[in-house]
């Protein structure tokens, strides 16, 4: 039903600024909470950030609140994530998502859909 593409990622360095956008397929997409996952290597996928079907309440990870924000342009079909303040640690693949009618928006099981996952990698 849903088909999500991930783009912006890229090498920056530690201190350094980063905007990712994800593209939703279909005509339902204001239906969907929208998030944010990484997943580094040797390590488990994490959550980094939700954002509810309207936009107006969002969730963060401890690691990225005050450094990450996520919006959504519902008319354009797009999720965003800046990242700001990176750090080395920040470095994974990260991951959209899209979930219908769910609560627990911290959750990957929460989750429909997903991206192919886009490399960010920070270096020091």
């Known amino acids: 039903q849903v088909q999500l593409v991930e783009s912006g990622g890229g090498l920056v360095q530690a201190g350094d600024s980063l905007g990712l956008s994800c593209t939703a397929s279909?005509?339902?997409?204001?239906?969907?909470?929208m998030g944010w996952f990484r997943q580094a290597p040797g390590k488990e996928r994490e959550f980094v950030a939700a954002i509810r079907e309207s936009g107006g309440i969002t969730y963060y990870a401890d690691s990225v609140k005050g450094r990450f924000t996520i919006s959504r342009d519902n008319a354009k079909n797009t999720v965003y994530l800046q990242m700001n303040r990176l750090k080395p640690e920040d470095t994974a693949v990260y991951y959209c998502?899209?979930?219908?009618?769910?609560?627990?928006?911290?959750?990957?099981?929460?989750?429909?859909?997903w991206g192919q996952g886009t490399q960010v990698t920070v270096s020091s």
């Open positions: 279909g005509r339902t997409f204001s239906n969907y909470a």
């Open positions: 998502a899209a979930a219908a009618g769910r609560f627990m928006l911290r959750v990957g099981a929460s989750y429909d859909y």
